[in-house]
C-alpha cells in the first residue's frame, strides 16, 4: 500500500468515521471542550500505524478507545501536575463542558459509572454488538451485557415515558 | 420506553455535534507522532548498541585491570592480583588441562582433575599447627574482604615450596579439594586419606 493509498483509506475513514467518534468520546467522557483533541489525536495516532489499524475489525472503536486512553494519561498528567505544585483542586481533566449536548441528557449519561458511560456510548454511536464492545473496551462479553443492562435500567429511570402523540387519523 | 427508544432518545442530542478539526491537521500531526516514533527507536538502537559495547568493553577492560594477563574462558578464570596472589574461579568443571596451563602462565605449577559426579578422591591430612598446615594457610590465601562473591581461590605463588606444586580436585556436587602435592603427585608429608574442603561458589 503506497502512501498516497494510505492517505486517500484514511481520508475516506475520517470522513466517515470521524463524528460517531466524537459523539462517543463525549459521551464517554462528559466533556465536549476536550473530547475533539483528543478523538483528532486518536485519529493522528491511527494514521501513523494506518497499516496496523487499516486492517483492525473495529478501526473506530481503536479510535475511540485511543481517545479514551489519552484522557487517562492526560487526567494523570494533569494529576502530578497538581500534586506538585500542592493544588488540592485538580485541573481541567476533571471537570466536565456538555457544550452544544443537552444538559439533560448529558447530566443522565455522566451519573453512570465510567464503564457504563464507555459501554452505551459504543454501542448507540459505533454500533457495535456485546462481542466488538467487549473487544473495544477490553473486558468480558458477559460483563458488557452487564453494564449495559444496568445503564439501561438506570437512563430508563430518568426518562420516564412520554405520552404518546396521535395522529389525527388515530383519534378517529 | 422501550430500548430502542432510549438508544434513540440518547442519540438525538448528539447530532448536531461534528467534527470540525480537517483531515490535513490530523494527517500532519500523525506525521509528527510516526517521526516522534522513528527517533525513539533510533534512540533505543542506539542506547542497545551503546550498552552492548560497554558492556564488551568492560568484559575485557575489568580482568585486565589487575597485573598479569588475564585468561577467561566460561568455564573458569584466571586472574593475577595487584599484590601477587591468583584468584581462580572455576564455574563449570570442563577443560582441567586448560586451567592447568592457565595457572602454570601465571606462575603456578598445579595438577588439576575433574571427576565424576560423587567421585572426588580423598585428599591429604594436614595436622593442626604443624609447618605443613601453615604452609597451607600461606599458600592459599583467604578471599580479601569485602570482595563477596569473588573467586573460589586464592593461591599465593610465592608461598607455595620449591618442588611442589597445586593439587586441584574437582567433582560436580562434591565440592573441590586443594592440596600441596609432590612433583611426582603425592601429598606432602605427613599424608593420609583427608583433604582440606571449600565449598563450590
Redesign the interface.
Known amino acids: 500500500m503506497g502512501p498516497k493509498q494510505v ?1 486517500a483509506d ?2 475516506e475513514f ?2 466517515s468515521a ?2 460517531d ?3 462517543a468520546v ?2 464517554s467522557t462528559g466533556d ?1 471542550a476536550a473530547s ?1 483533541d483528543l ?3 486518536a ?6 500505524s494506518w497499516r496496523k489499524v487499516g486492517r483492525h475489525p473495529a478501526p473506530r472503536a481503536w479510535v475511540v478507545r485511543t481517545a479514551l486512553n489519552l484522557r487517562v494519561s492526560s487526567w494523570r498528567r494533569s494529576r502530578r501536575t497538581a500534586a506538585l505544585a500542592g493544588d488540592d483542586a485538580l485541573g481541567g481533566a476533571d471537570r466536565t463542558d456538555p ?4 444538559p439533560e ?2 447530566a ?2 455522566t451519573a453512570l459509572p465510567e464503564r457504563q458511560r464507555q459501554v ?1 456510548a459504543l ?3 459505533l454500533d457495535l454488538d456485546t462481542a466488538g464492545t467487549a473487544k473495544a473496551l477490553g473486558i468480558a462479553p458477559g460483563t458488557v451485557t452487564a453494564h449495559l443492562a444496568r445503564a ?1 435500567a438506570t ?2 429511570a430518568q ?4 405520552p404518546r402523540q396521535h395522529s389525527p387519523a388515530e383519534r378517529q | 420506553m422501550d430500548d430502542n427508544d432510549l438508544m434513540t432518545a440518547v442519540r438525538e442530542p448528539f447530532a448536531g455535534i461534528l467534527m470540525t478539526t480537517p483531515v490535513e491537521s490530523v494527517v500532519t500531526r500523525g506525521r509528527a507522532v510516526r517521526r516522534g516514533r522513528r527517533r525513539l527507536r533510533g534512540l533505543a538502537a542506539a542506547a542497545a548498541a551503546v550498552t552492548a559495547g560497554v558492556v564488551s568493553v568492560l568484559i575485557a577492560v575489568i580482568p585486565g585491570g589487575r597485573t598479569g594477563a588475564p585468561v577467561t574462558l566460561t568455564a573458569w578464570t584466571v586472574v593475577t592480583e595487584p599484590n601477587g596472589t591468583v584468584a581462580v574461579s572455576i564455574h563449570d568443571l570442563r577443560d582441567p588441562l586448560g586451567l592447568q596451563h592457565a595457572l602454570r602462565a601465571h606462575g603456578v605449577a598445579a595438577i588439576v582433575r575433574f571427576h565424576r559426579a560423587g567421585s572426588l578422591m580423598p585428599g591429604c591430612v594436614i595436622p593442626g599447627g604443624s609447618r605443613l598446615a601453615q604452609t597451607y594457610q600461606r599458600v592459599f590465601v583467604q578471599q580479601p574482604a569485602g570482595r563477596p562473591g569473588g573467586a573460589l581461590l586464592y593461591i599465593d605463588p610465592a608461598a607455595v615450596p620449591r618442588a611442589a606444586e597445586i593439587g586441584i580436585d574437582a567433582a560436580r556436587g562434591s565440592g573441590f579439594g586443594i592440596e600441596l602435592l609432590t612433583r611426582h603427585g603425592q601429598c606432602l608429608p605427613p599424608s593420609s586419606p583427608s583433604s582440606v574442603r571449600i565449598s563450590p561458589s
Not at chain 1, 485519529?43 to 501513523?48: G, K, L, M, Y
Open positions: 492517505d484514511f481520508a475520517y470522513a470521524r463524528d467518534c466524537l459523539r463525549i459521551a465536549a475533539e478523538v483528532a489525536e485519529f493522528a495516532r491511527a494514521w501513523a457544550g452544544p449536548v443537552d441528557i448529558m443522565a449519561l452505551i454501542r448507540i454511536f439501561v437512563l430508563r426518562f420516564p415515558p412520554r
